[in-house]
């Protein structure tokens, strides 16, 4: 983000000192995080097991998920370090299971990653929460955290 100020002093003893223009850049960084699902459906298939193997499915936002009962919502948080040069430690990734419980069963299927690798990840059912903590996040690196629920019938 960059901005000028304009700094106008005051007039003293009649005399207007002049105007100085001061620019400034701030550069805004640190974690970004963002959240997305993929419906399976389940269409003529009652006893669908969710996908371990994300790589193929097409991700969004998810404002408007339209699954039915037996489909498989999986979701898909990416947190990225904008950083340059500062390495992140023990981030935290976690969904609220309240959120979705009464409508949907969890799959027991949590899966975190640093860029390719599960070196440092420690992934966890508290029973309230399904988190992933990812012990170091390097400078400009993503971390993601996926799992799969299943609309109950």
Known sequence: ETN????IPAVVDGIDAPAKTVNNTTTIQGL???????VVSATGIENLTCPTDTSGLTFGRG???NAKPYDCIVYKITATNTFETKVL???TLSDEKALWN?????QDDVTGLIGTSTNGVVNNDTGDFITTTLGTLPAEGTGTMTFSIKVNP
Do not use: F, G, N, W
């Open 4 to 7: 000028s100020v304009t700094l």
């Open 32 to 38: 970004k995080l963002e959240k997305l699902a993929a």
């Open 63 to 65: 404002e408007s998920i």
């Open 89 to 91: 430690t023990t981030v």
């Open 102 to 106: 009464a409508q949907a069963t969890y």
